[in-house]
């Protein structure tokens, strides 16, 4: 019955929107706002408690400022941000985030230049491989950089190997790092993936944070956060882990992953 009831109001809603976004004003088209299942808006059309005001417009307390690049996506499949930088990006994503779209695409790739040996890239620089050196996890010998500063990105993991792994990130400086791995405790911000503990730069060495379990097939994200007191925190599948650092500091941050199996693979999504 309640299925039946949201696709009943979702079918009695009128096909052109207008939508007020933090005071700006848009049209679209209701195939265009439910063009991804489970989102902002299905939710809210399907419950059929959200209405128009006076105006005609359904109300959204979001900054407007990327809004119309949103919708020129829902239209046309494309995403432009060559023109933004990396703040401006991260903004963006985070509507995205609050819509509960998914991204278009990986927003950047691993850093080919200078790979660990003991590395191998596939998939448009996009999925990471350990092919060589340590095959249990009795040493780090290996790791990989994003190309690019970044404040969040998300990762499947492919092959798990025993979940030797650090998924976090490492300051743009940097300082003290190495490209064979060892970087839990000398650079960076790291949760050790085996055993749900965390190791950084700033003292942290195997304290506790989560006992959930990572398996293959699995997201993980990594979000810094500005606005949390320049904080850092993961997700798996979108549900999320709590703050694992706060006052993180020694900015900007560059996606890193340290690896001690061979067979463990990660790819960016």
């Given at each position: ?16 929107i ?49 809004f ?17 930088d ?48 340590i ?68 003292g ?20 810094y ?45």
């Amino acid at each position: 019955y309640r299925n039946k009831k949201i696709l009943e109001n979702i079918a009695n809603a009128a096909e052109k929107i207008k939508l007020c976004v933090g005071g700006t004003m848009f049209m679209t088209t209701k195939t265009n706002l439910l063009k991804f299942e489970g989102s902002y808006f299905h939710a809210l059309l399907g419950s059929g408690k959200w209405l128009p005001d006076v105006d005609g417009a359904y109300f959204i307390d979001l900054n407007p400022e990327h809004f119309g690049r949103i919708l020129d996506y829902l239209r046309t499949n494309k995403l432009h941000v060559s023109d933004l930088d990396t703040y401006e990006l991260e903004r963006l994503y985070e509507i995205f985030d609050y819509l509960q779209f998914p991204y278009p695409e990986p927003r950047f790739a691993w850093k080919g230049t200078n790979l660990n040996e003991n590395l191998t890239l596939s998939n448009g620089d996009k999925t990471v491989r350990q092919t060589k050196g340590i095959n249990s996890g009795a040493g780090w010998t290996a790791c990989i950089l994003g190309e690019r500063a970044i404040n969040r990105y998300s990762v499947r993991i492919d092959s798990i190997s025993g979940g030797f792994m650090m998924v976090g990130f490492v300051p743009a400086s940097l300082r003290n790092y190495k490209a064979t791995g060892a970087n839990c405790t000398s650079c960076g911000w790291y949760l050790y993936l085996a055993k749900g503990v965390l190791y950084s730069q700033d003292g942290d060495n195997r304290r506790a944070y989560s006992t959930v379990q990572f398996e293959e097939g699995c997201t993980l994200s990594v979000i810094y956060s500005e606005a949390e007191g320049g904080s850092i925190r993961y997700e798996k599948d979108r549900m999320d882990l709590g703050i694992a650092f706060r006052n993180v500091g020694d900015l900007p941050l560059i996606p890193a992953v340290d690896f001690s199996c061979v067979g463990a693979q990660l790819t960016l999504v």
